[in-house]
Structures are given as C-alpha cells and as structure tokens.
C-alpha cells in the first residue's frame, strides 16, 4: 500500500507541470506551425493568464498557503484552461480581459486584423528570407 501511496504522490507532484508547462508549449508550438488563427488565440490567451495566476499567486502565497487544496484547485483551473474540448483560456480572455481593455484603451485599439497573412508577419520578421545571411 506505501508504494501505491508513493505511485499516486508522485503522479500528482507532476499533473502539475504536465497540464500547467509541458502540454501548453507543445501546443503553443503546434499553433504557430498551423494556419488556423484560432489556435494562436488560445494559446495567448493562455499564457497571459498563467501568467497572472502565477504573479498572483506569487502575492498570495502567504494566504494560499493555509488552503490545503489550493493545488489541486489550481490544477483543475488550469486543466479547464488547457483542454481544447473546453477552450478556457479564450473563453475568459473574450469574456472578462478582452472587454476591459476595450473599455480603457477602445475598440479602434484593440481591432482584429482580417488580412489572412497577419498570422504569418510575425513568423516572417523573425526568420531569415532567401538569400539573406545574418551577420555575427
């Protein structure tokens, strides 16, 4: 029973960085390589909140630590951002961030690009065209 018990602690110790690292850079990787703007939406949205949940929890810590299952409160959260069947992440960033930012900086701001190839203007300044050689 003591090694089932050891088994099941250590699978817990990392759902953690599975569900809350591993999986969202394999994913975010996958979504810059795809042609589909939506991905891209997800996993931005999802990394801005990580982010917050991080820095918050960073403040909170002291408070959080005397909350026994703030972890697996924490991991459910993050699960529910993370799995595409639910779409999280972009679900509270169109619901909550995206709406205060519009009310604080406007929608002209904040407009959404129609033009299929924006996906790929980013991708395009990083990476060499033909013929160019970098210089070190």
Not at 7 to 15: G, I, N, P, W
Not at 43 to 54: D, P
Not at 68 to 89: C, E, S
Request: overall charge positive.
């Amino acid at each position: 029973m003591n090694r089932l018990w050891t088994l099941f602690t250590f699978l817990h110790s990392m759902a953690g960085p599975g569900v809350m690292l591993l999986y969202p850079l394999y994913a975010s990787v996958v979504a810059i390589e795809s042609t589909s703007k939506l991905d891209d939406e997800q996993w931005l949205a999802y990394w801005i909140l990580y982010s917050f949940l991080t820095l918050a929890e960073m403040v909170l810590l002291p408070a959080l630590e005397w909350i026994p299952i703030w972890y697996d409160l924490k991991l459910a959260f993050v699960a529910w951002l993370v799995l595409p069947q639910f779409r999280g992440a972009a679900f509270i960033y169109e619901k909550f961030v995206r709406e205060k930012l519009i009310k604080k900086y406007g929608p002209s701001h904040l407009q959404r690009s129609s033009n299929a190839k924006g996906k790929n203007k980013f991708v395009d300044s990083v990476t060499n065209n033909k013929g160019e050689q970098e210089a070190y």
